[in-house]
C-alpha cells in the first residue's frame, strides 16, 4: 500500500494515509513523497473532498475508517484493483512464489533499468539500485511483486488476480498464509486463476520440477511458457559470492549469496528474456544488483564478527539464508539465528517441526515468540543448550552485543524493535 501511495502521488494525485506503526524504510519514503501519514484509524481523516479511498487488505469490517467509507458511501477500492487499472496500458511483468518475490522482482526490474527500458515497478521492499520501492518509470514496461494473498475484506482472490500480467513467472510454491488459506490445494487454485489472465501471446514462467507448479499447470495453460531449473537452459548456480551459467559460459561476481538467490536470478533472466532482454546481457546486468534492504543485508563487519538482518518468513526461506552464511568465507566463531516467530502462519505454529529444521546450518538459534503464541513450541527445543525461546527479543540484546566472533542473523518480517540498529551501534562505540 505505501508504494501503491507513491504511485497515485507520482500521478499528480494529493495522497493521504491511515495506519498503524509506520516504520522506516516506508515511513521516510512516505514523507519524503509528500504523503500524509495519520497513526490509528480516525474516520476524522474522510474528509467531503475525498475523490476515492483504496483500501488494503489489512483492513476489515469493524475498523472506524472502514465503517465510515460504507457509511458515507464514498467510493473505493482495493489496493489491487487500483494498480491494475494504473497499469491497464503496460506491459505486465508479475512476480510470483510463496519466498524470493522482492528479491526477483527487484532483480527483474534492474535487468530492464539496466537496458535502457525505463520500467515502472512496485516492489515489497526498497530495492538499494532504486532507493524507493515504487514509480511509474516510463510507461511501457510495469515489474510487479505479485502477492498470493487476499485483496481485502470485500474481494477473497489474491492480489495477483487484479495485475492482468503479460508475463507471470512462478519461482517456488509451497503453503502458507494459513490464515486464509485452508491448504495447498486452496493456493494453487488462486496460481490457476492467474494464468487464465494471462494472454496467448504472453509468458507463464515456472520452475521445473515443482509438483504443486505442476499441478497447477496441468489445470491448464493458454500461453507460452518458458522453463527454469534443474536441466532447463537457465539453471544458474552460486558459488560464494560468484553466479555461474554453465550454459551461457558465463560467470558474475555479485553482492548476493546462496543458492536460493541464484534461483531469484533464474526466473528474473527469464523474464527479462520473455520482453526480449539477451539472456547473456540480462545475466550480466546481474552484476551490478545492489540487493534489497532487509533481504540479508550485512550490516557490520570485522575480521571477526559480521552482522545481518534478514526479511525469512517461512522455514525454506530460513534454510536457504542460513545455507547461504554457513557456506560463506568462514569466520572464527557460531552462527547465531535469531528468528521472530511474527507472521500469521508462523505465530499459528503451522510450521511447527518444519521451522526446527531449516535451522541445521546455525550452531545456535533464538526464537522470540510473541505473547500470544500458545502452541507448544517445545517442538524448537534441539535437546542440547544451542536454542531456545524468549518472549521478548530485548532480553537477549546485552548478551548479543558482547558477541566476539561469528555471524549474528536476525530474521523476521517486522521491525524486531530495532534491535539490530541498536546491536551494531554498541558494537562500533566498542
Given amino acids: 500500500m505505501g508504494g501503491l501511495a507513491q504511485l497515485c502521488r507520482q500521478k499528480g494525485w494529493d495522497v493521504t494515509g491511515s495506519d498503524q506503526h509506520v516504520y522506516p524504510p516506508m515511513s521516510d519514503q512516505l514523507r519524503q513523497a509528500g504523503i500524509t501519514l495519520h497513526e490509528g484509524f480516525d474516520s476524522a481523516v474522510l474528509t467531503d473532498d475525498l475523490d476515492l479511498v483504496v483500501i488494503g487488505n ?54 530492464l533499468e539496466s537496458q535502457g527500458m525505463n520500467p515502472g515497478f512496485l516492489v515489497g521492499g526498497v530495492p538499494q539500485n532504486f532507493g524507493v520501492s515504487a514509480r511509474l518509470g516510463g510507461g511501457q514496461f510495469f ?66 520440477g515443482v509438483e504443486a ?5 496441468a489445470r491448464g495453460c493458454w500461453s507460452q511458457k518458458i522453463a527454469i531449473g534443474q536441466g532447463s537452459a537457465l539453471e544458474f548456480r552460486a558459488n560464494n559470492d560468484a553466479l555461474i551459467s554453465d550454459a551461457l559460459s558465463q560467470s558474475i561476481h555479485w553482492t548476493m549469496r546462496g543458492a536460493h538467490n ?20 540480462a545475466f550480466s546486468s546481474l552484476a551490478s544488483f545492489e540487493g534489497v534492504a532487509r533481504r540479508l543485508n550485512l550490516l557490520f563487519e570485522t575480521d571477526n564478527l559480521k552482522i545481518w538482518d534478514d526479511f525469512a518468513h517461512h522455514p ?17 566463531g557460531p552462527l547465531i539465528a535469531v528468528i521472530e516467530l511474527r507472521s500469521n502462519t508462523m505465530k499459528a505454529g503451522v510450521h ?27 517442538v524448537l527445543d534441539r535437546g542440547d543448550e544451542s536454542s531456545r525461546v524468549v518472549r521478548d527479543v530485548l532480553s537477549v540484546e546485552d548478551e548479543l552485543a558482547e558477541q ?12 524486531f524493535s530495532g534491535i539490530q540498529d541498536r546491536i551494531v551501534e554498541r558494537l562500533r562505540a566498542r
Fill in 58 to 111: 489489512a483492513m476489515s469490517r469493524g475498523n472506524p475508517v472502514v465503517e465510515a467509507v460504507l457509511d458515507r458511501k464514498i467510493p473505493f477500492v482495493s489496493g489491487p484493483e487500483l494498480l491494475g487499472r494504473l497499469t491497464a496500458d503496460m506491459t505486465v511483468l508479475a512476480v510470483s512464489g510463496t519466498h524470493g518475490k522482492t528479491t526477483t522482482t527487484s532483480m527483474l526490474a534492474w535487468i
Fill in 143 to 208: 515489474v510487479v511483486e505479485a502477492d498470493e494473498y487476499d485483496t481485502a475484506f470485500f474481494d477473497k482472490r489474491s492480489k495477483f488476480v487484479h495485475y492482468h500480467p503479460d508475463v507471470f513467472g512462478i519461482n517456488n510454491l509451497e503453503f502458507d498464509h494459513a490464515d486464509i488459506f485452508s491448504d495447498l490445494a486452496a493456493i494453487e487454485t488462486q496460481f490457476h486463476h492467474a494464468i487464465r489472465r494471462v494472454p496467448s501471446s504472453g509468458f507463464v514462467v515456472s520452475r521445473i
Fill in 213 to 217: 507448479i505442476e499441478r497447477v499447470l
Fill in 262 to 281: 541464484a534461483q531469484n536470478a533464474e526466473l528474473a533472466v527469464a523474464m527479462a528474456h520473455a520482453v526480449n532482454v539477451p539472456t547473456d546481457r
Fill in 316 to 332: 525454506t526461506a530460513i534454510e536457504s539464508t542460513l545455507d547461504a552464511l554457513s557456506e560463506t568465507v568462514p569466520t572464527q
Fill in 352 to 378: 511447527g517441526a518444519a521451522l526446527a529444521n531449516s535451522t541445521t546450518s546455525a550452531d545456535q538459534v533464538i526464537w522470540v515468540l510473541p505473547p500470544d503464541v500458545a502452541w507448544d513450541f517445545s
Fill in 404 to 415: 566476539q566472533s561469528g555471524q549474528i542473523v536476525f530474521m523476521s518480517n517486522g521491525g
